[in-house]
């Protein structure tokens, strides 16, 4: 019998994937931390010591997912395209589910099975000083879909819940909204203050010209009706009506 991961001489090695095609790929996984009465009861009403159980939890199993290749050496690195992991509090404890989804030449079931791990154990951390007989229990695949052997579900195992569903390959994001302002949007004619503002300006009057005072021409001096105004362009000298 042949084992791949190992050399004609038996030392371990990692398998050569280079001539497989990239296929979409995915594999779940689920779990389970039981838990006392106690500690079921605080993680319902939210009065766990360390904080939000399930918030934490989740983002380590999401984290653990990306870091599988660090822990399992013969692992492959390769692209976590998505990843799901939720945890519903039931009587006896915590429920764990995770999906992963990539498009690479080998399959995802470890990392699924290391975010279920890693997000029990997370869940252990937190609840540990309230309850120090909590356990990790039946860690396990529960179905693949792609690559040569096809899809797999495990047998009289509850369909995968909503939000993990392998019929779902993308995130539940939209397309992103294209910015406002894009290089496509004409901007205002600088110095034109009729149009809109131009984004990111401020409509500030240009400073006077270097070496110059802009002074406000005084006031023409009152003067009755009879007395001509003077005559311009005479070095301000008067013309005295005659008589």
């Not at 975010?115 to 609840?127: E, G, H, K, N, R």
């Not at 009289?156 to 993308?170: F, G, I, R, Y």
Request: charged content about 25%; some cysteine.
């Amino acid at each position: 019998m042949s084992f791949p991961h190992l050399d004609d001489s038996g030392r371990a090695r990692m398998v050569d994937v280079t001539a497989k095609p990239p296929t979409v790929r995915a594999a779940t996984a689920r779990g389970f931390v039981r838990c006392s009465p106690d500690v079921v009861a605080a993680l319902r009403d939210g009065t766990i010591p360390k904080g939000d159980v399930l918030a934490v939890a989740r983002i380590a199993g999401i984290q653990a997912a990306k870091r599988t290749p660090d822990l399992l050496p013969l692992a492959h690195v390769i692209g976590v395209h998505g990843a799901v992991v939720d945890l519903v509090v039931v009587d006896g404890g915590v429920e764990i589910e995770a999906t992963v989804r990539t498009a690479d030449r080998t399959g995802v079931e470890m990392e699924a099975l290391t975010a279920v791990s890693v997000t029990a154990l997370a869940v252990v951390d937190m609840v540990k000083g309230l309850d120090k007989a909590t356990s990790i229990e039946s860690v396990r695949i529960t179905a693949k879909e792609g690559g040569r052997s096809g899809s797999w579900r495990r047998p009289d195992e509850p369909e995968p819940w909503p939000s993990a569903s392998l019929a779902a390959p993308h995130g539940d994001r939209g397309p992103a909204a294209e910015p406002s302002g894009g290089d496509d949007t004409p901007s205002a004619e600088p110095g034109h203050r009729d149009g809109p503002a131009e984004a990111g300006r401020h409509d500030v009057t240009p400073p006077a010209e270097p070496g110059r005072h802009d002074v406000t021409p005084s006031a023409e001096p009152p003067r009755g009706d009879d007395t001509p105004p003077a005559a311009s362009g005479h070095g301000g000298s008067t013309l005295v009506a005659e008589p």
